[in-house]
């Protein structure tokens, strides 16, 4: 029953989000505690003495960095909208989820869990920088606009991994209660894609004025780019003995959060490029996890 809700639970939650927009919108402010909890939980799976880097990790970090940029620079002359949501389709971090997809798939899961780290560490460094150039604080100075998304992202992502291993060494018998409740956090990305969805959703059907064909080539886009980063990401990690962690850490994002900060720091309809995102990682891994199972059937 849970494995088949599991299944569902995507459409389930973006449904509901989208159809009860108007209700759901007001819960917002969810959003930055379900994320905060989340990694958390996550973190809590993640021993320091377990994490080893190699120059994969390097390669993928740069390309997450220097991607999304040069993204950015070709698309921004014509469309600044379509630039930011690709942008955040690139810099965002590698998801929590990532981990368990790769396990499923038989791929390193150590390589995987060190890069989650590395990415989110990474994110929580740069993208006040990157946000204070590009996004909607324009009005400040540069020093103003950094500290006020740096009080807002580094928190958000630094101190659940400091929390996190705190009690791995201070509460040991807490840190196996939370191991066994991992459960938690599924339930907690359902709400949060529920929360963003319907606040996205608000956003273009209230917007004055409406860009549908720019958001409708958005969308398209974040599907160019959710494949090839799958496809580059495999392409790499090949060379250095993890095809499938490759994929997986460069492939796929934590489109909650990517959404979160595309609402917040940037163009609202920037929020667009991460919400279709959502929907074209979980297809491809999907399909990544029914071809598995056909190959091990046959074996």
């Known amino acids: 029953m ?45 021993s320091p003495r377990n994490m080893k880097f190699s120059g994969l990790h390097v390669w993928l970090i740069l390309i997450q960095l220097a991607g999304s940029l040069l993204l950015y620079g070709l698309i921004a002359p014509f469309n600044e909208e379509v630039a930011e949501g690709i942008l955040i389709c690139v810099v965002a971090p590698t998801a929590t989820a990532a981990a368990v997809i790769t396990g499923m798939l038989g791929g390193n899961v150590a390589f995987l869990a060190s890069f989650v780290f590395l990415s989110n560490v990474t994110v929580a460094l740069t993208a006040p920088v990157i946000f204070s150039f590009l996004g909607t604080n324009r009005d400040l100075s540069f020093w103003d606009s950094f500290g006020y998304i740096c009080r807002q992202v580094v928190p958000l992502l630094i101190l659940p991994l400091l929390g996190a291993w705190a009690v791995q060494y201070i509460f040991p018998r807490l840190h196996r209660w939370l191991l066994s409740v991992q459960i938690v956090a599924f339930y907690m990305w359902s709400l949060a894609l529920t929360i963003v969805t319907g606040r996205t959703v608000s956003f273009l059907l209230v917007q004055e004025n409406p860009h549908y064909w720019t958001e409708g080539i958005l969308a398209f886009l974040a599907l160019i780019v959710c494949v090839f980063q799958f496809w580059l990401g495999r392409r790499l990690g090949r060379l250095y003995g993890n095809t499938i962690a490759g994929g997986q850490g460069l492939g796929q994002k934590n489109t909650i959060l990517a959404i979160w900060m595309a609402q917040l720091y940037l163009c609202p309809a920037a929020a667009v490029g991460p919400a279709a995102y959502v929907l074209w990682q979980n297809i491809i891994n999907s399909y990544q996890i029914w071809k598995k199972r056909k190959k091990d059937v046959k074996c």
Do not use: D, R
């Open 2 to 46: 849970i494995q088949t809700l599991k299944n569902w639970m995507l459409p389930i939650a973006m449904l509901t989000g989208a159809l009860f927009h108007v209700y759901i919108e007001v819960l917002s402010f969810l959003t930055p505690t379900l994320i905060f909890c989340m990694l958390f939980l996550t973190f809590c799976k993640i």
